[in-house]
């Protein structure tokens, strides 16, 4: 069974960190792309960054480029999402997910998931003063 489990989510302050781990188990990780995406209440689901296992590319949505950076630890089976300059529009449940197409972190800029057949069930970020 493929399990992905995100953690490091919290309350921080606008302009403050965090780093989010997405934990991988039941599934060849370094054979897998790892996507990151988050949905806030009453809003679309978005794709923030993705990461290759083929060659370790990464992808980033324009709005979180230079503040997000996406990297894996394929020892540890775990891909790591640092966050800086947090804004409150950052605000959302971030969610982890996996595919081996090779294609789908093309997607994820543009908010696409199709490919990812196996998530996480996500941790809450919130960014407030």
């Known amino acids: 069974e493929v399990q992905l489990v995100e953690s490091g989510g919290g309350l921080v302050q606008p302009g403050g960190s965090l780093r989010l781990s997405c934990a991988a188990s039941?599934?060849?990780?370094?054979?897998?792309?790892i996507g990151w995406f988050r949905q806030a209440p009453g809003k679309e689901r978005e794709g923030l960054s993705c990461?290759?296992?083929?060659?370790?590319?990464?992808y980033y949505a324009d709005s979180v480029k230079g503040r997000f950076t996406i990297s894996r630890d394929n020892a540890k089976n775990t891909v790591y999402l640092q966050m800086n300059s947090l804004r409150p529009e950052d605000t959302a449940v971030y969610y982890c997910?996996?595919?081996?197409?090779?294609?789908?972190?093309?997607?994820?800029?543009?908010?696409?998931?199709?490919?990812?057949?196996?998530w996480g069930q996500g941790t809450q970020v919130t960014v407030s003063s």
């Open positions: 997910a996996a595919e081996d197409s090779g294609y789908g972190c093309y997607t994820v800029p543009m908010a696409g998931a199709s490919f990812f057949g196996s």
């Open positions: 039941g599934f060849t990780f370094d054979n897998y792309a």
């Open positions: 990461i290759r296992s083929s060659d370790g590319a990464t």
